[in-house]
């Protein structure tokens, strides 16, 4: 008999793969194989791991009918809560076939509401590995009856754990020769808007040895890239630089993705970080003192700067995580918000509304905190003391012009030089960026279906450069175009060249050595002393990063 572990995934990537439901399919496995589980019946039983994409849209029915052709009664699903009630129609339709199916689900959304989960006979609350083979042994093996429909997991001790790539459940060239690693479960902190605020109040590591023999398996894949599962990486300090310093020996070719917390951040583990190809996704969630109290969450502004610098001065490459919609926030304090963020020059800011999550404190507390929600998932609050409808609005295009210009445009390496002659605070820039893109039919209808994640960065390069034309020509800046236009396109090739592998030819008005100096960070300074040199140029890859040559 196979029991397949359905899940429905987002899109088909790296961040998007089943590492919890391929834990499931992994754990029954090693269970029912066991010689003393043999035992139990002659049922040659096992799992499989049945993946769906959202990228490819699929129907309830078409589910249906791959479930419905495994020669079995019962199914698993992994359930999130962009797929929660795609699952639900799923089941439905099953039972119309067969109303003696059995279904049995587990995951983040089941164990923030299992009480309300009645479409699935049986649910899993908390972490699955032991519980979900023990449940399978009990329906089919002792047919035993009148079981408890909702089962807790608990923590399930480390030692019991199978890793879904050493078992050969997980093959990483489905996922775009990318992985998530799971390093550690639980969480120190206890963020009122996360799962974490209501779960395990313990972290526990993984062995060294699984560790270690998981990424050796991912270099002789041939995996370019991992995203680091421990929501904060840099908790133990000694344990980080262990794993930092193997990752520098055994797999220095690999890009790797990590959570952190800036104030575990030190010169030494900046240093660390350094050393290897990676960025870290730092959660500032906020730059409101008021607003992060109400969350769980301690700020310090000039230690959260001191801090940040380290990693600037090492050259580390950094991204930071905003939430707008938080308890005790609102419109002018999120701008200020994305601000503050800016000031510290991260790669990447990655934009987000609050959603409030069943089974968080946040979720428990959210009368008395006047927090307005949705009831089905994604659970996005409508409306806050603070944050009326109408300013989430805004600050949702906000959010969408930070990431489209700066973000997917790349544009850390110039964006404060091309600001300054503006005069501008960044989110007055951003806003009118938005008003500038909404102008456009083409991009409006992208803005208003949200696939501006469609776009190649040449595409946003072309909206960043007609904006700063628009932007210069209106503050009587125009005589800065020359240094400014050359700057996006100089910087932009670079970029590609280093992160897409492509080659492109440009026609500039100044040398490169000039503009990719120093001196080109203060516009003004520049164009009163550098001298024209009008030239083409091709930027492309090289052995140590791009380079460029002279047509």
């Not at 790797?256 to 050393?275: Q, T, V």
């Not at 906020?286 to 940040?308: C, G, Q, Y």
């Not at 002018?332 to 990655?350: C, H, K, M, V």
């Not at 090739?493 to 490169?512: C, E, M, V, W």
Request: aromatic letters at 12%; proline letters at 5%.
């Amino acid at each position: 008999m196979i029991i397949p572990v359905c899940t429905l995934l987002t899109e088909t990537s790296p961040q998007a793969l089943p590492l919890g439901a391929a834990c499931i399919v992994s754990s029954i496995n090693e269970f029912f194989k066991n010689s003393q589980n043999k035992s139990f019946s002659s049922l040659d039983i096992c799992s499989e791991l049945v993946v769906f994409s959202a990228e490819e849209n699929p129907s309830p029915e078409f589910v249906a009918k791959k479930i419905l052709e495994f020669d079995t009664t019962i199914t698993c699903f992994s359930v999130f809560v962009w797929n929660y009630v795609f699952f639900t129609q799923v089941a439905k339709i099953i039972r119309k076939e067969n109303p003696n199916f059995i279904f049995v689900a587990g995951g983040p959304e089941i164990t923030a509401h299992p009480e309300s989960c009645l479409d699935f006979d049986f649910v899993i609350s908390g972490e699955g590995e032991v519980q979900v083979p023990l449940l399978l042994k009990k329906i089919i093996i002792d047919k035993e009856k009148n079981l408890c429909r909702h089962v807790y997991g608990g923590r399930v001790p480390v030692e019991k754990l199978v890793s879904p790539y050493l078992s050969g459940i997980l093959d990483t060239k489905n996922f775009a020769d990318g992985a998530l690693w799971e390093l550690a479960r639980g969480c120190p902190f206890k963020c009122a808007y996360c799962y974490e605020s209501k779960g395990e109040k313990t972290v526990v590591h993984f062995p060294m040895e699984r560790i270690k023999s998981e990424l050796e398996y991912f270099k002789k894949q041939g995996v370019c890239q991992v995203f680091v599962l421990d929501p904060t990486y840099n908790a133990n300090k000694q344990r980080a630089l262990e794993i930092l310093q193997y990752i520098k020996k055994t797999a220095s070719n690999i890009f790797f993705h990590f959570e952190c917390r800036a104030e575990f951040i030190d010169k030494e583990l900046a240093r660390a970080f350094a050393e290897i190809t990676c960025s870290l996704q730092i959660g500032l969630q906020s730059s409101n003192t008021s607003a992060l109290k109400l969350v769980n969450r301690s700020f310090n502004k000039d230690e959260f700067v001191r801090k940040i610098n380290l990693l600037n001065k090492a050259g580390v490459i950094f991204g930071f995580d905003l939430i707008y919609g938080l308890p005790g926030d609102n419109l002018q304090s999120f701008r200020e918000s994305i601000d503050f963020a800016l000031s510290l020059y991260p790669n990447s800011l990655e934009i987000f509304r609050l959603s409030v999550l069943p089974g968080t404190i946040l979720f428990d507390n959210r009368k008395e905190l006047e927090l307005v929600a949705q009831n089905e998932p994604p659970y996005f609050v409508l409306k806050t003391r603070g944050f009326s409808s109408k300013d989430l609005s805004v600050a949702e295009k906000l959010g969408q012009a930070v990431t489209l210009f700066y973000s997917q445009g790349r544009a850390v390496s110039w964006f404060h030089s091309l600001l300054k002659p503006l005069k501008q605070r960044p989110w007055i820039f951003f806003e009118r960026f938005y008003a500038f893109v909404e102008k456009s039919s083409f991009m409006a209808k992208r803005l208003k279906n949200k696939t501006l994640d469609c776009l190649d960065h040449q595409q946003i390069e072309k909206l960043q450069i007609d904006f700063i034309q628009e932007e210069y020509n209106m503050n009587n800046l125009k005589h800065f175009l020359p240094v400014a236009l050359d700057i996006i396109k100089i910087n932009g090739a670079f970029s590609r060249a280093y992160a897409d592998g492509k080659i492109t030819n440009l026609q500039l008005s100044f040398h490169p050595e000039d503009l990719l100096s120093p001196y080109a960070m203060d516009i003004t300074f520049f164009a009163k002393n550098a001298k024209k040199y009008p030239c083409n140029i091709k930027v492309f890859p090289g052995k140590q990063g791009p380079v460029w040559k002279m047509k």
